[in-house]
Protein backbone atom coordinates (compact mmCIF):
# COMPACT_ATOMS: atom_id res chain seq x y z
CA UNK A 1 0.00 0.00 0.00
CA UNK A 2 2.10 3.08 -1.53
CA UNK A 3 0.79 6.24 -0.51
CA UNK A 4 2.58 7.68 -4.36
CA UNK A 5 0.78 4.74 -6.22
CA UNK A 6 -1.65 7.04 -8.16
CA UNK A 7 1.83 9.04 -9.41
CA UNK A 8 2.89 5.08 -10.96
CA UNK A 9 -0.66 3.86 -12.40
CA UNK A 10 -2.66 6.80 -13.08
CA UNK A 11 -2.16 6.94 -16.60
CA UNK A 12 -3.14 3.31 -17.04
CA UNK A 13 -7.15 4.42 -15.36
CA UNK A 14 -7.35 7.43 -17.38
CA UNK A 15 -8.69 5.55 -20.59
CA UNK A 16 -10.77 3.00 -18.90
CA UNK A 17 -12.03 5.46 -16.49
CA UNK A 18 -12.56 8.56 -19.12
CA UNK A 19 -10.39 10.56 -16.03
CA UNK A 20 -12.90 9.74 -13.27
CA UNK A 21 -9.78 8.15 -11.70
CA UNK A 22 -10.74 9.37 -8.29
CA UNK A 23 -14.28 7.44 -8.52
CA UNK A 24 -12.35 4.17 -8.95
CA UNK A 25 -10.60 4.61 -5.90
CA UNK A 26 -13.72 5.32 -3.74
CA UNK A 27 -15.25 2.58 -5.36
CA UNK A 28 -12.23 0.38 -4.62
CA UNK A 29 -12.31 1.25 -1.02
CA UNK A 30 -15.31 0.67 -0.51
CA UNK A 31 -14.91 -2.60 -1.74
CA UNK A 32 -11.99 -3.08 0.35
CA UNK A 33 -13.38 -1.63 3.09
CA UNK A 34 -16.40 -4.57 3.53
CA UNK A 35 -13.91 -6.89 2.83
CA UNK A 36 -11.31 -5.39 5.54
CA UNK A 37 -14.56 -6.24 7.78
CA UNK A 38 -14.66 -10.05 7.02
CA UNK A 39 -10.97 -9.93 7.58
CA UNK A 40 -11.05 -8.33 10.89
CA UNK A 41 -13.71 -10.75 12.28
CA UNK A 42 -11.62 -13.72 11.26
CA UNK A 43 -8.49 -12.16 12.42
CA UNK A 44 -9.45 -11.72 15.71
CA UNK A 45 -10.65 -15.15 15.82
CA UNK A 46 -7.61 -16.81 14.29
CA UNK A 47 -4.58 -14.86 15.19
CA UNK A 48 -2.35 -16.96 12.77
CA UNK A 49 -0.42 -16.95 9.67
CA UNK A 50 -1.79 -17.64 5.65
CA UNK A 51 -4.40 -14.83 5.36
CA UNK A 52 -7.44 -15.71 3.31
CA UNK A 53 -6.01 -19.50 3.11
CA UNK A 54 -5.99 -19.78 7.05
CA UNK A 55 -9.62 -17.53 7.42
CA UNK A 56 -11.50 -19.97 4.45
CA UNK A 57 -10.08 -23.09 5.37
CA UNK A 58 -11.38 -22.41 9.05
CA UNK A 59 -14.41 -21.12 7.84
CA UNK A 60 -15.90 -23.87 6.00
CA UNK A 61 -13.36 -26.56 4.89
CA UNK A 62 -9.21 -27.62 4.75
CA UNK A 63 -10.25 -28.21 1.04
CA UNK A 64 -11.46 -24.85 -0.25
CA UNK A 65 -9.22 -23.14 2.22
CA UNK A 66 -6.46 -24.30 0.30
CA UNK A 67 -8.34 -23.24 -3.31
CA UNK A 68 -8.65 -19.72 -2.06
CA UNK A 69 -5.51 -19.23 -0.23
CA UNK A 70 -3.85 -20.87 -3.60
CA UNK A 71 -5.98 -17.98 -5.62
CA UNK A 72 -4.42 -15.24 -4.05
CA UNK A 73 -1.13 -16.61 -3.50
CA UNK A 74 -1.06 -15.92 -7.39
CA UNK A 75 -1.24 -11.84 -6.99
CA UNK A 76 1.20 -12.29 -4.44
CA UNK A 77 3.63 -13.72 -6.67
CA UNK A 78 3.02 -11.04 -9.02
CA UNK A 79 3.16 -7.91 -6.94
CA UNK A 80 6.97 -8.06 -6.26
CA UNK A 81 7.31 -8.37 -9.95
CA UNK A 82 4.75 -5.89 -10.64
CA UNK A 83 6.76 -3.78 -8.27
CA UNK A 84 10.26 -4.45 -9.81
CA UNK A 85 8.97 -3.40 -13.57
CA UNK A 86 7.57 -0.22 -11.91
CA UNK A 87 10.96 0.82 -10.79
CA UNK A 88 12.61 -0.36 -13.81
CA UNK A 89 10.92 1.60 -15.75
CA UNK A 90 11.24 4.95 -14.39
CA UNK A 91 15.00 4.26 -13.49
CA UNK A 92 15.68 3.48 -16.95
CA UNK A 93 13.82 7.37 -17.85
CA UNK A 94 16.11 8.60 -15.03
CA UNK A 95 19.16 7.13 -15.61
CA UNK A 96 19.27 5.32 -19.24
CA UNK A 97 22.68 4.15 -18.73
CA UNK A 98 21.92 2.02 -16.47
CA UNK A 99 20.34 -1.23 -18.23
CA UNK A 100 16.73 -2.07 -17.32
CA UNK A 101 17.68 -5.99 -16.09
CA UNK A 102 20.57 -4.34 -13.37
CA UNK A 103 17.59 -2.52 -11.58
CA UNK A 104 15.63 -5.93 -11.24
CA UNK A 105 19.00 -8.11 -9.88
CA UNK A 106 19.79 -5.59 -7.51
CA UNK A 107 15.92 -5.19 -6.09
CA UNK A 108 15.69 -8.69 -6.41
CA UNK A 109 18.76 -9.32 -3.98
CA UNK A 110 18.04 -6.70 -1.83
CA UNK A 111 14.67 -7.69 -0.87
CA UNK A 112 15.58 -10.92 -0.38
CA UNK A 113 18.20 -10.02 1.91
CA UNK A 114 15.88 -8.24 3.87
CA UNK A 115 13.16 -10.42 4.38
CA UNK A 116 15.63 -13.22 5.57
CA UNK A 117 16.27 -11.00 8.32
CA UNK A 118 13.28 -10.41 9.51
CA UNK A 119 9.28 -8.21 9.50
CA UNK A 120 11.23 -5.82 11.87
CA UNK A 121 13.91 -4.83 9.65
CA UNK A 122 11.21 -4.74 6.86
CA UNK A 123 9.72 -1.75 8.94
CA UNK A 124 12.31 0.34 9.38
CA UNK A 125 13.25 0.48 5.53
CA UNK A 126 9.48 0.58 4.92
CA UNK A 127 9.32 3.89 7.62
CA UNK A 128 12.14 5.64 5.91
CA UNK A 129 10.06 5.44 2.09
CA UNK A 130 7.19 6.35 3.75
CA UNK A 131 8.92 9.62 5.11
CA UNK A 132 10.04 10.28 1.47
CA UNK A 133 7.07 9.90 -0.21
CA UNK A 134 5.11 12.15 2.49
CA UNK A 135 7.41 15.24 1.00
CA UNK A 136 6.66 14.22 -2.21
CA UNK A 137 2.61 13.75 -1.73
CA UNK A 138 2.84 17.24 0.67
CA UNK A 139 4.84 19.18 -2.15
CA UNK A 140 2.31 18.11 -4.96
CA UNK A 141 -0.53 19.25 -2.30
CA UNK A 142 0.37 22.65 -1.23
CA UNK A 143 1.56 23.52 -4.99
CA UNK A 144 -1.87 22.61 -6.12
CA UNK A 145 -3.52 24.39 -3.16
CA UNK A 146 -1.50 27.68 -3.88
CA UNK A 147 -2.76 27.48 -8.38
CA UNK A 148 -6.10 27.35 -6.84
CA UNK A 149 -5.49 30.31 -4.73
CA UNK A 150 -4.12 32.25 -7.35
CA UNK A 151 -6.99 31.30 -10.07
CA UNK A 152 -4.53 29.27 -12.11
CA UNK A 153 -6.43 26.19 -11.66
CA UNK A 154 -10.19 26.09 -10.93
CA UNK A 155 -11.67 23.22 -8.89
CA UNK A 156 -13.21 20.06 -11.17
CA UNK A 157 -15.69 17.01 -10.96
CA UNK A 158 -14.01 15.20 -13.57
CA UNK A 159 -12.07 12.64 -11.54
CA UNK A 160 -15.39 11.91 -9.51
CA UNK A 161 -18.28 12.54 -12.78
CA UNK A 162 -17.93 13.12 -16.40
CA UNK A 163 -20.88 13.50 -17.96
CA UNK A 164 -19.81 13.65 -21.21
CA UNK A 165 -18.22 10.10 -21.09
CA UNK A 166 -19.62 8.29 -18.15
CA UNK A 167 -19.32 4.56 -18.32
CA UNK A 168 -19.85 2.31 -15.29
CA UNK A 169 -18.02 -0.37 -17.15
CA UNK A 170 -15.16 1.81 -17.65
CA UNK A 171 -15.19 2.60 -14.20
CA UNK A 172 -15.03 -0.92 -13.40
CA UNK A 173 -12.34 -2.47 -15.29
CA UNK A 174 -10.15 0.21 -13.44
CA UNK A 175 -11.22 -0.14 -10.18
CA UNK A 176 -9.89 -4.08 -10.92
CA UNK A 177 -6.57 -2.50 -11.29
CA UNK A 178 -6.57 -0.19 -8.61
CA UNK A 179 -7.24 -2.67 -6.05
CA UNK A 180 -3.78 -3.33 -6.88
CA UNK A 181 -3.20 -0.06 -4.52
CA UNK A 182 -4.67 -1.96 -2.07
CA UNK A 183 -4.14 -5.67 -1.57
CA UNK A 184 -1.63 -4.29 1.15
CA UNK A 185 -3.95 -4.80 4.19
CA UNK A 186 -4.21 -8.52 3.16
CA UNK A 187 -0.37 -8.75 3.80
CA UNK A 188 -1.01 -7.15 7.41
CA UNK A 189 -3.20 -10.25 8.01
CA UNK A 190 -0.26 -12.65 6.80
CA UNK A 191 1.48 -11.56 9.96
CA UNK A 192 -0.10 -12.41 12.75
CA UNK A 193 1.87 -14.79 14.21
CA UNK A 194 4.48 -11.81 14.43
CA UNK A 195 2.29 -9.27 15.75
CA UNK A 196 1.45 -7.68 19.37
CA UNK A 197 -1.56 -8.94 20.35
CA UNK A 198 -2.87 -10.34 16.89
CA UNK A 199 -6.60 -11.13 18.63
CA UNK A 200 -6.83 -6.96 18.26
CA UNK A 201 -3.82 -5.23 16.57
CA UNK A 202 -4.66 -7.34 12.98
CA UNK A 203 -8.03 -5.90 12.17
CA UNK A 204 -7.50 -2.72 13.89
CA UNK A 205 -4.42 -2.20 11.25
CA UNK A 206 -6.40 -3.52 8.46
CA UNK A 207 -9.48 -1.48 8.77
CA UNK A 208 -7.37 2.02 9.46
CA UNK A 209 -5.05 1.00 6.40
CA UNK A 210 -8.07 1.07 4.26
CA UNK A 211 -9.44 3.96 5.63
CA UNK A 212 -6.27 5.96 5.86
CA UNK A 213 -4.66 5.16 1.96
CA UNK A 214 -8.41 5.11 0.32
CA UNK A 215 -8.77 8.83 1.38
CA UNK A 216 -5.32 9.94 0.76
CA UNK A 217 -5.82 8.08 -2.50
CA UNK A 218 -8.67 9.97 -3.42
CA UNK A 219 -8.06 13.36 -2.49
CA UNK A 220 -4.74 12.83 -4.80
CA UNK A 221 -6.71 11.76 -7.61
CA UNK A 222 -9.38 14.82 -7.06
CA UNK A 223 -6.43 17.34 -7.41
CA UNK A 224 -4.95 15.99 -9.98
CA UNK A 225 -8.03 16.44 -12.06
CA UNK A 226 -8.23 19.76 -11.07
CA UNK A 227 -4.45 20.48 -12.44
CA UNK A 228 -5.38 18.79 -15.76
CA UNK A 229 -8.53 17.94 -16.61
CA UNK A 230 -8.17 17.57 -20.33
CA UNK A 231 -6.67 14.39 -19.18
CA UNK A 232 -6.71 13.19 -22.76
CA UNK A 233 -3.90 15.40 -23.84
CA UNK A 234 -1.66 13.44 -20.84
CA UNK A 235 0.96 11.02 -21.75
CA UNK A 236 -0.64 7.26 -20.28
CA UNK A 237 2.98 6.32 -19.53
CA UNK A 238 4.38 9.94 -17.63
CA UNK A 239 0.11 11.01 -17.38
CA UNK A 240 1.23 12.34 -13.30
CA UNK A 241 4.45 13.50 -14.02
CA UNK A 242 2.88 15.59 -16.35
CA UNK A 243 0.90 16.71 -13.61
CA UNK A 244 3.84 17.65 -10.99
CA UNK A 245 5.62 19.39 -14.07
CA UNK A 246 2.62 22.11 -13.93
CA UNK A 247 2.49 22.19 -10.11
CA UNK A 248 6.02 22.44 -8.93
CA UNK A 249 8.41 21.74 -11.92
CA UNK A 250 11.09 19.84 -12.91
CA UNK A 251 12.81 19.68 -9.50
CA UNK A 252 8.98 17.80 -8.13
CA UNK A 253 9.54 15.50 -11.33
CA UNK A 254 12.98 14.20 -10.24
CA UNK A 255 12.39 13.67 -6.78
CA UNK A 256 9.02 11.92 -7.70
CA UNK A 257 10.86 9.90 -9.85
CA UNK A 258 13.59 8.55 -7.33
CA UNK A 259 10.84 8.35 -4.87
CA UNK A 260 8.83 5.78 -7.00
CA UNK A 261 11.53 3.76 -8.06
CA UNK A 262 12.30 3.15 -4.08
CA UNK A 263 9.13 3.00 -2.82
CA UNK A 264 7.94 0.52 -5.28
CA UNK A 265 11.12 -1.83 -5.64
CA UNK A 266 12.27 -1.55 -2.17
CA UNK A 267 9.21 -0.66 0.15
CA UNK A 268 6.19 -2.98 -1.63
CA UNK A 269 8.73 -5.32 -3.31
CA UNK A 270 9.85 -6.20 0.29
CA UNK A 271 6.60 -6.45 1.90
CA UNK A 272 4.84 -8.36 -1.52
CA UNK A 273 7.64 -10.94 -0.87
CA UNK A 274 7.00 -10.92 2.59
CA UNK A 275 3.51 -11.47 2.74
CA UNK A 276 3.70 -14.42 -0.13
CA UNK A 277 6.49 -16.47 2.17
CA UNK A 278 4.11 -16.76 4.81
CA UNK A 279 1.51 -17.48 3.17
CA UNK A 280 3.37 -20.62 1.23
CA UNK A 281 4.94 -21.28 5.34
CA UNK A 282 1.46 -21.76 6.36
CA UNK A 283 0.71 -24.27 3.17
CA UNK A 284 4.10 -25.89 4.12
CA UNK A 285 3.39 -26.36 7.76
CA UNK A 286 -0.08 -27.78 7.19
CA UNK A 287 1.56 -30.35 4.57
CA UNK A 288 -0.71 -29.02 1.76
CA UNK A 289 2.39 -28.19 0.15
CA UNK A 290 6.22 -29.48 0.88
CA UNK A 291 7.35 -29.31 4.56
CA UNK A 292 10.26 -27.29 3.36
CA UNK A 293 8.02 -24.17 3.12
CA UNK A 294 7.86 -24.41 6.66
CA UNK A 295 11.70 -24.33 7.54
CA UNK A 296 12.55 -21.25 9.20
CA UNK A 297 16.13 -19.91 9.79
CA UNK A 298 17.66 -20.74 13.02
CA UNK A 299 18.96 -17.32 13.69
CA UNK A 300 16.26 -15.33 12.46
CA UNK A 301 12.97 -17.12 12.17
CA UNK A 302 11.54 -16.33 9.30
CA UNK A 303 10.71 -18.96 6.47
CA UNK A 304 13.89 -18.91 4.19
CA UNK A 305 13.18 -21.69 1.70
CA UNK A 306 9.84 -19.60 0.73
CA UNK A 307 11.39 -16.21 0.73
CA UNK A 308 14.43 -17.48 -1.61
CA UNK A 309 12.09 -19.06 -3.78
CA UNK A 310 9.32 -15.70 -4.24
CA UNK A 311 12.69 -13.85 -4.93
CA UNK A 312 13.83 -16.28 -7.84
CA UNK A 313 10.58 -16.52 -9.31
CA UNK A 314 9.39 -12.41 -8.81
CA UNK A 315 12.77 -12.50 -10.97
CA UNK A 316 12.40 -15.06 -13.70
CA UNK A 317 8.89 -13.67 -14.33
CA UNK A 318 10.22 -9.57 -13.88
CA UNK A 319 12.60 -10.20 -16.88
CA UNK A 320 10.14 -12.37 -18.93
CA UNK A 321 7.10 -10.26 -18.45
CA UNK A 322 5.40 -7.23 -19.23
CA UNK A 323 3.90 -4.24 -16.92
CA UNK A 324 0.54 -4.18 -18.38
CA UNK A 325 0.73 -7.99 -18.65
CA UNK A 326 1.09 -8.41 -14.68
CA UNK A 327 -1.29 -5.45 -14.49
CA UNK A 328 -4.04 -7.37 -16.44
CA UNK A 329 -3.40 -10.09 -14.11
CA UNK A 330 -2.63 -9.40 -10.39
CA UNK A 331 -6.12 -8.67 -9.36
CA UNK A 332 -8.03 -12.16 -10.23
CA UNK A 333 -6.46 -13.72 -7.65
CA UNK A 334 -6.98 -11.52 -4.60
CA UNK A 335 -10.44 -10.85 -5.65
CA UNK A 336 -11.19 -14.57 -5.86
CA UNK A 337 -9.88 -14.99 -2.70
CA UNK A 338 -12.13 -12.08 -1.10
CA UNK A 339 -15.06 -13.81 -2.72
CA UNK A 340 -14.31 -17.26 -0.92
CA UNK A 341 -13.20 -15.26 2.83
CA UNK A 342 -16.89 -12.81 2.36
CA UNK A 343 -18.65 -16.35 2.25
CA UNK A 344 -16.55 -18.08 4.98
CA UNK A 345 -17.62 -15.53 7.26
CA UNK A 346 -21.23 -15.59 6.63
CA UNK A 347 -21.47 -19.25 6.99
CA UNK A 348 -19.35 -19.71 10.03
CA UNK A 349 -20.38 -16.83 12.06
CA UNK A 350 -24.46 -16.31 10.59
CA UNK A 351 -25.39 -19.37 8.94
CA UNK A 352 -23.30 -22.30 11.20
CA UNK A 353 -23.37 -19.13 14.64
CA UNK A 354 -25.22 -16.81 16.30
CA UNK A 355 -27.82 -14.98 14.09
CA UNK A 356 -30.34 -14.46 16.35
CA UNK A 357 -29.38 -10.63 17.26
CA UNK A 358 -29.62 -7.60 15.12
CA UNK A 359 -25.79 -6.82 15.95
CA UNK A 360 -24.74 -10.47 14.40
CA UNK A 361 -27.22 -9.93 11.36
CA UNK A 362 -24.95 -6.76 10.23
CA UNK A 363 -21.88 -7.99 11.04
CA UNK A 364 -22.06 -10.80 10.38
CA UNK A 365 -24.69 -11.26 7.29
CA UNK A 366 -24.92 -7.84 5.64
CA UNK A 367 -21.23 -6.58 5.75
CA UNK A 368 -19.82 -9.62 4.55
CA UNK A 369 -22.77 -9.92 1.66
CA UNK A 370 -21.67 -5.86 0.88
CA UNK A 371 -17.98 -6.92 0.54
CA UNK A 372 -19.12 -10.04 -1.43
CA UNK A 373 -21.24 -8.45 -3.95
CA UNK A 374 -18.61 -5.68 -4.83
CA UNK A 375 -15.63 -7.90 -4.93
CA UNK A 376 -17.77 -10.08 -7.34
CA UNK A 377 -19.17 -7.11 -9.27
CA UNK A 378 -15.36 -5.84 -9.98
CA UNK A 379 -13.98 -9.47 -10.70
CA UNK A 380 -16.83 -9.64 -13.65
CA UNK A 381 -15.33 -6.87 -15.15
CA UNK A 382 -11.56 -7.75 -14.87
CA UNK A 383 -10.20 -8.57 -18.47
CA UNK A 384 -10.60 -11.63 -20.14
CA UNK A 385 -7.04 -12.32 -20.81
CA UNK A 386 -6.59 -12.18 -16.53
CA UNK A 387 -9.92 -14.35 -16.34
CA UNK A 388 -7.92 -17.05 -18.73
CA UNK A 389 -5.02 -17.38 -16.90
CA UNK A 390 -6.33 -17.10 -13.59
CA UNK A 391 -9.14 -19.90 -14.43
CA UNK A 392 -5.99 -22.02 -15.34
CA UNK A 393 -3.73 -20.85 -12.13
CA UNK A 394 -6.97 -22.37 -9.82
CA UNK A 395 -7.20 -25.46 -12.23
CA UNK A 396 -3.75 -26.15 -11.49
CA UNK A 397 -4.25 -25.70 -7.57
CA UNK A 398 -7.04 -27.96 -8.03
CA UNK A 399 -5.34 -30.82 -9.71
CA UNK A 400 -2.65 -30.26 -6.37
CA UNK A 401 -5.59 -30.43 -3.97
CA UNK A 402 -6.81 -33.44 -5.86
CA UNK A 403 -3.23 -35.80 -5.97
CA UNK A 404 -2.58 -34.51 -2.20
CA UNK A 405 -5.77 -36.35 -1.21
CA UNK A 406 -5.68 -38.93 -3.69
CA UNK A 407 -8.75 -38.16 -5.67
CA UNK A 408 -10.21 -37.11 -2.32
CA UNK A 409 -9.96 -40.34 -1.01
CA UNK A 410 -7.97 -38.55 1.76
CA UNK A 411 -8.41 -35.67 4.30
CA UNK A 412 -7.35 -32.41 3.23
CA UNK A 413 -3.83 -31.64 4.79
CA UNK A 414 -4.08 -28.82 7.80
CA UNK A 415 -3.18 -27.59 11.15
CA UNK A 416 -4.84 -28.02 13.90
CA UNK A 417 -5.95 -24.78 15.83
CA UNK A 418 -8.33 -25.91 18.82
CA UNK A 419 -5.40 -25.80 21.26
CA UNK A 420 -3.81 -22.52 20.13
CA UNK A 421 -4.55 -19.27 21.80
Do not use: C
Not at 36 to 41: E, K, L, P, W
Not at 280 to 302: E, N, Q, V, W
Amino acid sequence: MIPVAPLAFYGSFLTPANGMVALAYFVGMVAMLFTGFSYATMAARYPFSGSVYTYVQQGTNAGLGFIGGWGITLDYFLIPTITYLISQSFGESLFPAVPGWAWIVILVLFNTFVNILGANVVTKVSWILFALQGIVLVAFIIGTIRLLLSGTIQPQAISFYNPQHFNIQGVLQATGIVIVSYLGFDAISTLSEEAEDPHHSIGRAIILSILSIGILFVVITVLAGFVAPDYQNLNPNTAFLGILQRVGGTWLVKLADVTIILSFGFASGQEGQTAVSRILYAMGRDGILPSAFAKLHKKYRTPIFAIVLVGLASLILSLTLSQDTVSNLVSFGALFGFILLNLSVIWKFYVKGDHSSVSSFIKYLVSPFIGFAVSTWIFLSLSIESKIVGVVWILVGVAILVAKTHFFSKKTPSLDFSNKD
